[in-house]
């Protein structure tokens, strides 16, 4: 009798697993077989709505489209059209036609309503659709949803959209909403940078006026980071230079990079500020002060550049060198003094990075220099680099360069080398 | 006599019942929770800012490190793709580890590479490095050519050379999607806490067609063999991998293809010499590092197929790769026994490493010993045919719901197998798997615990066999 309770419950469960394997089968068809149908007649949409929209665009009669394209939400029409009118709308020129196209066509109206939805992804999807319609009337909708919202996934997709848009209320939103996700942690630093950094330059302003406002660390961190991807301005350049003493190293860090770039340096504030830094306690500021003097080219930082070429820290020791190459020839007397009399380790820093810099090839031309100085400092430079076995761009020179003066040099160094190295 | 043996195959057949009812319960639902992870990630796909994260300054640089060891056939199709990623900035380290065939020459010839001199510091301790190539067109191309010592020592040459926060190890025989780099990056912007490490699918090259770097043609392979290994892929990613990164408890990422946190890497001293499986071993240990020190982490999986790859095509070949990723296995769970059932590593203490322990090391051994028990307690009277033929048809079919489900998840993924012939196929191979492959695998298996309860701790090499080379992946069950 148990016997056969136990036979009965097996058979039950093969019948059970039967029908699940059959279900899975049957649903991976019917997902084909359905797509399929889907996808062949989405194409055929497409196309015709790509012509009658395009068409109408460039003729200028956009709203005499309204009826013809008008469809059923969710249709493979309505999928067909809203495709069309998101790829249309990166185009500057057609962007106020298709927004309202978007409008009339009953879009923006039906993800609004989207936003309400208690679904996760249903409510990330709409947040998204709405901010790709770039409608200035929409963001008064998603700041609602920003001020709502504490899912993370909703949050991330809403800050992109509304810094998409670029609407300054939308920004003000994000700014002021900022002390709260970032003291919640409800989103990450990353996230934050990578959509405020679509903003345009109109709003250096705001970034700044908020970053007065919150004496927050990690806020002030972000904001430089995204002042230091926007173009130069007076007003960020200040503030940077007000942050260069922060006692977070994040934030002097930052503000090193909003300074140190090229279009800076004909700004307000003298690249000598960044000085002190090359002195700071902590290393990534250190390198964040000699990548931007490097940039800069700021003569005068040299010998503290070089002093770094020993720091403790390999990394800053790297971008101390690479900083005096880009400063070029006002630095012979830097490398020089350190491949001179320093220990191993801090010379072969420097010469690796006089060869990733491609500055051996400045060492190299400047054998045919007029000035002697130039002339002896670099052939000495080349001559210890030689000593170190950093001799490949010496040979490469000899196989195939074209200077028959500038080879001579280089097979007298060396035999120097080599009657050195006999002779201790 | 005959009654002790009567009670003792009564005994174990209750065992095994119970055995095998723990471990389906325990794969369904693993299967329930990956389906609806992937059902959802596809509704995100729509939303999901991988463009802008291609095009952001934020988004981290990435060092790809491709250890080779006599890649010559494979290697310059394998940099080009890695070359040709879509992703802001990253470099491509190629470490030739002490190749003897025509690894070095093809690569420099192939990408015009020139000696220069860098300094290795040896932050990690490897073998000697002999030379360095690049070539400034080229900027972000290094390779390494080195001693040999092993893929970990490789890996841990490149991570001494790399000069990016997060480096991805790369197999030297493996294609890359364009966007891989950047679909593995998006969980690292996303996540508020630290994403130490993340992984991706990997999917099987035997039978898909490339153009140059990038994918033409989607294809099965025509063997047997590498079918069952697509199946066997599919159940082992797309359920196993999605089911443990939902529990937060992944302990194997592929060698194939992963990305890791450097400093996190290197706080635990990089890749260990001396196992066979030095991409579970990373894992486990990244873990023990952190739950130690009480520091948030994350480890993460992600159900995009982001990485091709080629699998053994004959017995030989498989069996050694096979014995190679469960004596792994043993070595990882060997060396990190004091975090199995201690609650100080919390989930990965008390569930994980107790699941690889039970299920994966010695499930092919009760496996086997099931069959001759099952048989014996058949011949003896002990089991009735009605009985045995259930409990075989309930193992077949169990089987091939597994693998039917695996390949259900495949179809919701993008680079699905298009044509119908290859539903039909792969549905007729998770069929199939169950009357030999299984079988074999378990034997294989079963042999790797021997060897490694012998003391073996040296590794087969799994060697060139006509097209196709080894996948340094383990798909550990499921």
Same mark, same amino acid.
């Given at each position: 009798m148990i016997t056969d309770f136990y036979k009965q419950i097996l058979a039950a469960l093969i019948v059970c697993i039967i029908i699940l394997i059959l279900a899975f089968f049957l649903a991976a068809v019917t997902r084909r077989v359905l797509n399929a149908r889907k996808y062949?007649?989405?194409?055929?949409?497409?196309?015709?709505?790509?012509?009658?929209?395009?068409?109408?665009?460039?003729?200028?009669?956009? #709203?005499?489209?309204?009826?013809?394209?008008?469809?059923?939400?969710?249709? #493979?029409?309505?999928?067909?059209?809203?495709?069309?009118?998101?790829?249309?709308?990166?185009?500057?020129?057609?962007?106020?036609?298709?927004?309202?196209?978007?409008?009339?066509?009953?879009?923006?109206?039906?993800?609004?309503?989207?936003?309400?939805?208690?679904?996760?992804? &249903?409510?990330?999807?709409?947040?998204?659709?709405?901010?790709?319609?770039?409608?200035?009337?929409? &963001?008064?909708? #998603?700041?609602?949803?920003?001020?709502?919202?504490?899912?993370?996934?909703? #949050?991330?997709? &809403?800050?992109?959209?509304?810094?998409?848009?670029?609407?300054?209320?939308?920004?003000?939103?994000?700014?002021?909403?900022?002390?709260?996700?970032?003291?919640?942690?409800?989103?990450?630093?990353?996230?934050?940078? &990578?959509?405020?950094?679509?903003?345009?330059?109109?709003?250096?302003?705001?970034?700044?006026?908020?970053?007065?406002?919150?004496?927050?660390p990690k806020i002030t961190a972000s904001l430089l980071e995204v002042l230091s991807r926007l173009p130069a301005n007076p007003m960020a350049l200040y503030y940077a230079g007000a942050n260069l003493g922060a006692y977070d190293a994040e934030v002097r860090a930052r503000a090193i990079k909003v300074l140190g770039r090229r279009e800076a340096s004909e700004g307000v504030l003298h690249p000598a500020l960044l000085l002190p830094l090359l002195e700071d306690r902590v290393w990534f500021v250190r390198l964040q002060a000699a990548n931007a003097l490097g940039t800069l080219r700021y003569e005068r930082a040299v010998d503290k550049l070089g002093a770094l070429l020993l720091d403790q820290n390999w990394q800053v020791r790297n971008a101390a060198a690479r900083a005096l190459t880009h400063i070029g020839d006002a630095s012979l007397d830097v490398f020089l003094n350190i491949l001179k009399y320093t220990d191993r380790y801090a010379k072969g820093s420097i010469c690796e990075e006089l060869e990733r810099t491609n500055f051996t090839r400045i060492l190299i031309e400047n054998l045919t220099s007029s000035d002697k100085r130039t002339h002896e400092k670099s052939r000495e430079i080349l001559r210890i680099m030689h000593s170190l076995n950093f001799s490949t761009p010496i040979y490469d020179y000899l196989n195939s360069g074209k200077n028959n003066g500038i080879k001579h040099e280089m097979a007298s160094l060396i035999l120097e080398t080599a009657v050195h190295s006999a002779g201790v | 006599m005959k009654t002790i043996l009567i009670f003792f195959a009564l005994g174990f057949n209750y065992f095994v019942g119970f055995y095998y009812g723990a471990m389906n319960i325990f794969y369904t639902a693993l299967l329930a929770i990956a389906l609806g992870v992937i059902l959802r990630h596809v509704r995100r796909i729509k939303y999901e800012p991988f463009k802008e994260y291609g095009l952001s300054s934020q988004t981290p640089s990435i060092s790809v490190l491709i250890p080779a060891h006599n890649e010559e056939r494979v290697i310059v199709r394998t940099i080009r793709s890695a070359l040709a990623v879509d992703y802001p900035i990253f470099e491509v380290i190629v470490i030739n580890d002490g190749s003897v065939d025509g690894t070095l020459e093809a690569v420099v010839n192939a990408f015009g590479l020139k000696k220069i001199d860098l300094i290795y510091r040896n932050v990690l301790r490897t073998r000697p490095v002999k030379a360095f190539y690049s070539n400034p067109e080229i900027p972000n191309l290094v390779v390494i050519d080195k001693e040999r010592s092993g893929k970990a020592d490789s890996l841990n040459c490149g991570i001494t050379v790399s000069r990016s926060p997060y480096f991805c190890s790369v197999d030297a025989d493996s294609l890359l999607e364009q966007d891989s780099l950047i679909k593995l990056i998006t969980p690292i912007m996303e996540s508020n806490v630290p994403v130490i490490a993340c992984g991706g699918v990997v999917r099987i090259a035997n039978g898909v067609t490339f153009q140059g770097t990038s994918l033409q043609e989607i294809d099965l392979p025509r063997k047997a063999l590498p079918m069952f290994q697509v199946v066997e892929y599919a159940r082992t990613f797309l359920f196993g991998r999605m089911g443990w990164d939902a529990l937060n408890s992944l302990l194997i990422l592929s060698g194939a293809f992963s990305l890791f946190l450097k400093s996190a890497v290197l706080n635990v001293g990089g890749y260990r010499g001396g196992t066979t499986s030095e991409d579970m071993e990373i894992v486990v240990r990244l873990h023990k590092h952190y739950l130690e020190r009480k520091k948030p982490y994350k480890i993460k999986f992600i159900s995009d197929p982001i990485c091709w790859t080629e699998v053994p095509d004959n017995l030989t070949m498989l069996g050694r790769q096979r014995r190679r990723w469960h004596l792994g296995l043993l070595q990882t769970l060997s060396q990190h026994r004091s975090m199995i059932f201690n609650a100080e590593y919390g989930r990965i203490g008390l569930f994980a490493l107790p699941y690889y322990l039970f299920f994966e090391t010695f499930g092919p051994v009760i496996e086997l010993m099931g069959y001759v028990t099952v048989a014996c307690s058949f011949l003896l009277g002990l089991l009735s045919t009605d009985f045995l033929i259930l409990f075989l048809v309930l193992s077949v079919f169990y089987g091939t719901f597994l693998s039917t489900v695996g390949v259900f998840l495949t179809e919701l993924t993008y680079r699905r197998y298009p044509k119908w012939s290859h539903l039909m196929r792969m549905v007729w191979y998770a069929l199939l798997e169950n009357f030999y492959y299984r079988q074999i695998n378990s034997f294989w298996r079963t042999e790797a615990l021997f060897q490694f309860l012998a003391g073996r701790t040296g590794w087969e090499h799994v060697v060139e066999k006509g097209s196709n080379f080894p996948a340094e992946v383990s798909p550990h069950e499921p």
């Amino acid at each position: 009798m148990i016997t056969d309770f136990y036979k009965q419950i097996l058979a039950a469960l093969i019948v059970c697993i039967i029908i699940l394997i059959l279900a899975f089968f049957l649903a991976a068809v019917t997902r084909r077989v359905l797509n399929a149908r889907k996808y062949a007649e989405l194409d055929r949409y497409r196309k015709w709505c790509r012509l009658k929209i395009t068409t109408a665009l460039q003729s200028g009669s956009s #709203l005499s489209i309204v009826e013809d394209l008008r469809a059923q939400p969710l249709s #493979l029409q309505w999928h067909a059209v809203e495709e069309i009118l998101f790829d249309l709308i990166e185009q500057r020129k057609y962007r106020k036609e298709v927004r309202q196209l978007f409008y009339r066509l009953g879009y923006r109206d039906h993800y609004e309503k989207k936003l309400k939805s208690n679904r996760v992804t &249903t409510k990330a999807a709409a947040v998204d659709k709405v901010g790709k319609m770039l409608s200035e009337f929409s &963001t008064g909708k #998603l700041i609602e949803v920003l001020n709502s919202e504490n899912n993370p996934e909703i #949050l991330t997709v &809403t800050i992109r959209a509304l810094c998409r848009n670029n609407y300054r209320e939308g920004l003000k939103a994000i700014l002021e909403r900022l002390p709260d996700l970032y003291g919640k942690n409800l989103i990450s630093q990353k996230t934050i940078e &990578t959509s405020l950094v679509h903003c345009s330059a109109d709003a250096i302003p705001l970034l700044v006026a908020y970053g007065r406002k919150y004496g927050n660390p990690k806020i002030t961190a972000s904001l430089l980071e995204v002042l230091s991807r926007l173009p130069a301005n007076p007003m960020a350049l200040y503030y940077a230079g007000a942050n260069l003493g922060a006692y977070d190293a994040e934030v002097r860090a930052r503000a090193i990079k909003v300074l140190g770039r090229r279009e800076a340096s004909e700004g307000v504030l003298h690249p000598a500020l960044l000085l002190p830094l090359l002195e700071d306690r902590v290393w990534f500021v250190r390198l964040q002060a000699a990548n931007a003097l490097g940039t800069l080219r700021y003569e005068r930082a040299v010998d503290k550049l070089g002093a770094l070429l020993l720091d403790q820290n390999w990394q800053v020791r790297n971008a101390a060198a690479r900083a005096l190459t880009h400063i070029g020839d006002a630095s012979l007397d830097v490398f020089l003094n350190i491949l001179k009399y320093t220990d191993r380790y801090a010379k072969g820093s420097i010469c690796e990075e006089l060869e990733r810099t491609n500055f051996t090839r400045i060492l190299i031309e400047n054998l045919t220099s007029s000035d002697k100085r130039t002339h002896e400092k670099s052939r000495e430079i080349l001559r210890i680099m030689h000593s170190l076995n950093f001799s490949t761009p010496i040979y490469d020179y000899l196989n195939s360069g074209k200077n028959n003066g500038i080879k001579h040099e280089m097979a007298s160094l060396i035999l120097e080398t080599a009657v050195h190295s006999a002779g201790v | 006599m005959k009654t002790i043996l009567i009670f003792f195959a009564l005994g174990f057949n209750y065992f095994v019942g119970f055995y095998y009812g723990a471990m389906n319960i325990f794969y369904t639902a693993l299967l329930a929770i990956a389906l609806g992870v992937i059902l959802r990630h596809v509704r995100r796909i729509k939303y999901e800012p991988f463009k802008e994260y291609g095009l952001s300054s934020q988004t981290p640089s990435i060092s790809v490190l491709i250890p080779a060891h006599n890649e010559e056939r494979v290697i310059v199709r394998t940099i080009r793709s890695a070359l040709a990623v879509d992703y802001p900035i990253f470099e491509v380290i190629v470490i030739n580890d002490g190749s003897v065939d025509g690894t070095l020459e093809a690569v420099v010839n192939a990408f015009g590479l020139k000696k220069i001199d860098l300094i290795y510091r040896n932050v990690l301790r490897t073998r000697p490095v002999k030379a360095f190539y690049s070539n400034p067109e080229i900027p972000n191309l290094v390779v390494i050519d080195k001693e040999r010592s092993g893929k970990a020592d490789s890996l841990n040459c490149g991570i001494t050379v790399s000069r990016s926060p997060y480096f991805c190890s790369v197999d030297a025989d493996s294609l890359l999607e364009q966007d891989s780099l950047i679909k593995l990056i998006t969980p690292i912007m996303e996540s508020n806490v630290p994403v130490i490490a993340c992984g991706g699918v990997v999917r099987i090259a035997n039978g898909v067609t490339f153009q140059g770097t990038s994918l033409q043609e989607i294809d099965l392979p025509r063997k047997a063999l590498p079918m069952f290994q697509v199946v066997e892929y599919a159940r082992t990613f797309l359920f196993g991998r999605m089911g443990w990164d939902a529990l937060n408890s992944l302990l194997i990422l592929s060698g194939a293809f992963s990305l890791f946190l450097k400093s996190a890497v290197l706080n635990v001293g990089g890749y260990r010499g001396g196992t066979t499986s030095e991409d579970m071993e990373i894992v486990v240990r990244l873990h023990k590092h952190y739950l130690e020190r009480k520091k948030p982490y994350k480890i993460k999986f992600i159900s995009d197929p982001i990485c091709w790859t080629e699998v053994p095509d004959n017995l030989t070949m498989l069996g050694r790769q096979r014995r190679r990723w469960h004596l792994g296995l043993l070595q990882t769970l060997s060396q990190h026994r004091s975090m199995i059932f201690n609650a100080e590593y919390g989930r990965i203490g008390l569930f994980a490493l107790p699941y690889y322990l039970f299920f994966e090391t010695f499930g092919p051994v009760i496996e086997l010993m099931g069959y001759v028990t099952v048989a014996c307690s058949f011949l003896l009277g002990l089991l009735s045919t009605d009985f045995l033929i259930l409990f075989l048809v309930l193992s077949v079919f169990y089987g091939t719901f597994l693998s039917t489900v695996g390949v259900f998840l495949t179809e919701l993924t993008y680079r699905r197998y298009p044509k119908w012939s290859h539903l039909m196929r792969m549905v007729w191979y998770a069929l199939l798997e169950n009357f030999y492959y299984r079988q074999i695998n378990s034997f294989w298996r079963t042999e790797a615990l021997f060897q490694f309860l012998a003391g073996r701790t040296g590794w087969e090499h799994v060697v060139e066999k006509g097209s196709n080379f080894p996948a340094e992946v383990s798909p550990h069950e499921p």
